[in-house]
């Protein structure tokens, strides 16, 4: 069966007209949970595979999603797609992804071809929400939009970490252990992640009365990691302490310090600003602010989902996830002779 079954043998298995089976087909609303059941019970025994081209064609969407990131190769967001994945599928929709390497140029190609192959919907985590020819771009287009922890432009959906709380609790971790020369590496404050881990730390060292706080901001890779946590321990009043902010960065930071020679926490503690695989099976375990990747990628989707099916009006929806700080042995009391020492 399946090649040769048509909507036809469909509607008749499942003694319904053939409008009713395409429209539960298309899923439209407009059909009661009795015929809906009967004819998806009729779909799985003749084992009807729809023509999605043609339905695509007359309907005006393709069932495909689209996410658009830097990397999607980055530690812990494995977790984001799988759930927005599933949820995807089981509403019809297939899922495809798009790698922009942070450069505006690849973003705006991206966005000129998924608009022209008729994307129904986009999730995408912009390198910048200061760029007003990206935003422009992005508020062009006439399909629904998520932001991945972005906040700009305003109109548009977003699912946000609450980086700012969990960088404050993380510094006043580190605080607590008489820590007083912590430095942040994280990347730019032109995207959310960036100026909220910012101002997080910044909150935290100003209340414990240190007015000038080390922030290194230009990524959140793990080159950037290894290249600025070996310039800082290399030069004079070398941090005690150090926050990777960025998913990627730990691997990096971790690099650096044991090219150094130096012990974790022994010399200096680290944390990081992702729970990843890395943070939790490091030796030693590195302490991490963590958040649900799972929910952030069900959040997204179901966003989605609300202006896909009809809600394509009204204020943006905003959805901030909170974080929190797993400790673990990578934190601990100042010890400086080794960073004197160097």
Known sequence: MGSNITI???????????????????????????????VLKAVKKLRYEPDRLAQSMRL??????????????????????HAAEDVLRDAGYTLIFAVTDERKERELELLRILSQRRVDAIIIATSSEEDKELNRHLLKLDIPLVLLDREFPA????????????TKVATEHLLGYGHTDIALLTGLASTRPGKERIAGFKEAMA????????????????????RETSS???GKGAPTAIIAGGMAMLAGVLQA?????????????VVAG????????????VTAIRWSGVDQ????????LNRLNGNRTGTAQRVLLSTELIKRESSGPVHRSALAAG
Do not use: W, Y
């Not at 007015?211 to 990691?225: L, Q």
């Not at 992702?274 to 375990?285: G, R, V």
């Open 297 to 304: 990628g069900r959040i997204a989707v179901q966003l989605l």
């Open 60 to 81: 005006g969407v393709t069932h495909t999603v689209a996410c658009v990131t830097r990397d999607i190769s980055i530690a812990g967001f494995g977790s984001v797609v």
């Open 155 to 166: 109109e548009i959906d977003a699912v946000m970490l609450d980086h700012r709380r969990g």
């Open 207 to 226: 209340a414990a009365g240190h007015t000038n706080p080390v922030v290194r901001a230009g990524g959140f890779s793990a080159e950037f990691g290894f």
């Open 257 to 269: 310090i044991r090219v150094r020679g130096l012990q974790i926490p022994g010399d200096i503690s």
């Open 274 to 285: 992702a729970d990843t695989e890395l943070a939790a099976l490091a030796t030693p375990s």
């Open 8 to 38: 036809r043998d469909v509607a008749k298995e499942a003694g319904v007209a053939i409008g009713t089976a395409s429209r539960v087909l298309n899923g439209h609303k407009s059909v009661s949970e009795d015929v809906r059941k009967r």
């Open 232 to 234: 800082l321990l290399a």
